[in-house]
């Protein structure tokens, strides 16, 4: 059977329910994003999680989106610089949230509600995180998949994770720094999802205001591969993902 027609690993709850970008945060009410506190207020709301993985120095999970600490916790320096206990000590946004390990994280959520957590990645081939990732969500019994911008990432997860559903998060456009040290034909890969073979997602998740493109158009019709789409924010993003996607990863509003 082809790279496209096979079957994928995507069960309904992956996208049943609208899907909170690292939680149902809301700074202004206490509760900043990847939190303990955003987690249960996107529990209590019936909402779906999506969380983003940063690697300590000693090689922990950490619930965190950026490389660096400055934005979230004022803080010099990045994750991947500090031990995680130091990193559990660090107020989230001047809150009284602190930054959580993955299975912290996880051990909170319960099974309550789908998880879907996203590997970051440097793009230097560099596993250490998806292993880490990997082996914490293997102690997991509620629904959980896990996704990465690194089609290398995605391609290890089917080893590192077997069983689990696994995505790759993609954007037609390479223009933010993240892609720097990637080459032309590199990015042109990741826009056009030309690496499909040798990672093979079970599912897509492509930026909201790229929809519809023939890479998510042929993956849902002839590749039977759901697509989530990120960020939305606004009506009009939301009937965009309603017309092109399967479901939303959402923010600043909630899709009642």
């Given at each position: ?14 996208t ?11 700074r ?28 300590s ?12 600490l ?99 998060v ?19 890969a ?61 923010e ?5």
């Amino acid at each position: 059977m082809s790279p496209a027609m096979d079957a994928p690993n995507a069960p309904g709850w992956l996208t049943a329910r609208p899907i909170a970008h690292r939680g149902l945060h809301d700074r202004a009410a206490g509760l900043p994003e990847n939190t303990i506190g955003a987690a249960e207020a996107a529990i209590a709301r019936g909402y779906a999680i999506e969380c983003d993985v940063q690697l300590s120095a000693d090689g922990e999970a950490m619930v965190f989106h950026d490389e660096g600490l400055g934005r979230l916790t004022g803080e010099s320096g990045r994750v991947r610089e500090r031990r995680a206990d130091d990193l559990r000590r660090l107020a989230v946004a001047g809150s009284p949230e602190r930054v959580p390990t993955l299975p912290e994280f996880l051990s909170v959520i319960a099974g309550r509600t789908p998880l879907v957590v996203e590997v970051k990645s440097r793009h230097d081939g560099d596993l250490a995180l998806a292993r880490r990732t990997a082996a914490v969500v293997a102690a997991y019994a509620g629904p959980v998949a896990l996704k990465s911008f690194d089609p290398a990432i995605v391609a290890a997860l089917a080893d590192l994770a077997p069983g689990l559903p696994r995505g790759i998060v993609a954007e037609s456009r390479q223009d933010d720094p993240a892609y720097a040290g990637l080459t032309s034909e590199a990015r042109h890969a990741l826009a056009h999802l030309l690496h499909f073979a040798e990672s093979r997602p079970d599912f897509l998740s492509w930026r909201v205001d790229d929809l519809p493109n023939a890479a998510t158009y042929l993956a849902r019709l002839l590749g039977r591969r759901p697509v989530m789409t990120w960020t939305v924010r606004t009506p009009d993003q939301a009937e965009r993902a309603r017309r092109h996607a399967d479901q939303m990863v959402f923010e600043g509003f909630r899709p009642d």
